[in-house]
């Protein structure tokens, strides 16, 4: 018998090929090369190994089908489009905050051309890019000034950094917390030149626990930071930020509010527990307030810091600011964001993470229902459930939203099934609930209904279930 590794076409002969002509024409032959290169390399180990199954590949079309794959498999981008089964809404891995049309165009607009990102048109010089959504946070808000960074927690480093390089701040024991990834505030604070004034016990701090701390430690600041990913219940207490606002006056010091979750609007129009707004916090006196762009605000990946000129003026003369500067692209969306929050009820209806956020059980259970049709035609089973989903981003710790799931059973398990579901184009990210795979349409966006149900029929199929 003849050694069938003899069978195997050479790459030139391949690349030469009527069958690899149109792959040439797809992706850089360098690549298309060298991908050549492996896969014969692999079915010679595979002839060698006594591999059956390839003994006699089909032609030359067997090789130009297996490149193929291969060429797809490597040139797929790294980052990726998901469907969020989760009802998870500001999931941090899957992307915080799907972006308002109005947004996601103003920032491919911007991506694409020239801009006056620092550039006065009118006046014909050199401008500054931080000029740019002042005027909308200011008008939303009613801070006297602001800046935005990179993100919120660049704000933080950035405030610190210029209030209390060298000095201590004064921070509640209760409030030393991990934001998440590794973000502690007392690292921060260090990382940032300041040293932590820890004031109090982590359930109560007192007014007058400040107002010791302040007179013992040379503390430069008081840092007040919002309790967003956790709670503290039962024997509590917590010095007001109208209280610690006097305070700092008194002590010619500023009073800083690291807000995090950025909402703009009234929480009762999200049928949501109170949240503070940015602009309580500094109607309550606060000299900084930081918030997150890509949280409840709904917007891009930003860190926007309000309150008054004199400390934002400083905020932008600190070299640092250079390195936590955002970019164009980013101020593009955040402006085209915050636009639609001069009209709250456009805001609710355009921003998707407010909508999402808005969606009621009667909207979920609807669209449940037409999907489980669809699957029902396919012959594929599945059942509406209840289903809790989570606001996220380390927002509204313990909030349930409520809703309805599509419930799955995978003839191979939950996990073999959520396993296919999420190794497709896009991937489908569900959540396993008592060894079933829901998915929560809260989270899946509008028009994402038949991607999701042909990778729901592709993951039945892959698992051999015939429909
Ligand atoms: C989320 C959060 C941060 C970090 O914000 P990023 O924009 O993710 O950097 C900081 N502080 C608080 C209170 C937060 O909730």
Request: net charge negative.
């Amino acid at each position: 018998m003849s050694d069938p590794r003899r069978g195997i076409p050479s790459v030139d002969a391949l690349l030469a090929s009527p069958e690899f002509e149109p792959i040439l024409k797809g992706f850089p032959r360098q690549l298309v090369v060298k991908v050549t290169r492996i896969v014969i390399q692999e079915i010679r180990n595979r002839l060698l190994a006594g591999d059956k199954d390839i003994v006699e590949p089909d032609g030359l079309s067997y090789y130009a089908r297996t490149v193929v794959i291969r060429l797809e498999q490597e040139t797929m981008p790294s980052l990726r489009g998901v469907i969020n089964g989760t009802g998870v809404v500001l999931h941090t891995n899957l992307g915080r905050a799907p972006l308002a049309e109005v947004a996601a165009d103003a920032m491919a607009t911007t991506a694409r051309g020239y801009s006056n990102l620092e550039y006065d048109v009118e006046a014909g010089r050199r401008g500054s890019r931080y000029d740019h959504c002042v005027k909308l946070l200011r008008e939303l808000t009613g801070a006297e000034d602001a800046i935005v960074v990179n993100n919120n927690a660049a704000a933080l480093v950035l405030v610190l950094n210029t209030t209390a390089r060298g000095k201590g701040v004064a921070v509640s024991r209760g409030e030393l917390v991990e934001i998440g990834g590794g973000f502690r505030i007392p690292e921060i604070l260090e990382r940032a030149g300041a040293f932590l004034v820890e004031v109090g016990s982590t359930n109560r701090t007192r007014l007058s626990d400040y107002q010791n701390s302040i007179k013992k430690d040379k503390v430069a600041a008081i840092l007040k930071v919002h309790r967003s990913n956790f709670r503290i219940t039962g024997f509590t207490e917590d010095a007001t930020l109208a209280s610690l606002a006097d305070l700092a006056n008194e002590e010619g010091i500023p009073l800083l509010h690291d807000l995090g979750s950025g909402l703009f609007v009234a929480s009762d129009a999200l049928a949501l527990p109170a949240e503070p707004l940015a602009a309580d916090s500094l109607s309550a006196g606060a000299d900084l307030v930081a918030v997150s762009g890509d949280k409840l605000l709904g917007g891009p990946q930003a860190g926007i810091i309000l309150g008054n000129s004199e400390l934002i003026n400083s905020l932008r003369q600190n070299p640092l600011c250079r390195a936590l500067r955002v970019d164009k692209v980013t101020l593009a969306g955040l402006e085209a964001t915050l636009q639609l929050y001069r009209d709250p009820g456009q805001a609710l209806e355009l921003i998707p993470t407010l909508r999402m956020l808005g969606n009621t059980p009667e909207n979920l259970g609807k669209r449940c229902e037409e999907l489980a049709a669809e699957l029902t035609e396919l012959g594929i089973g599945s059942s509406i459930v209840e289903s809790e989903g989570r606001v996220g981003g380390g927002t509204y710790p313990g909030v349930k939203l409520p809703g309805f799931a599509l419930a799955l059973d995978g003839p191979d398990g939950a996990e073999a099934l959520a396993m296919h579901l999420r190794s497709g184009d896009p991937p489908v990210i569900a959540r396993i609930v008592d060894q079933r795979v829901f998915i929560d349409l809260r989270t899946v966006l509008p028009g994402q209904e038949n991607d999701l149900v042909r990778r729901v029929r592709e993951a039945f199929s892959n698992e051999g279930f015939d429909s």
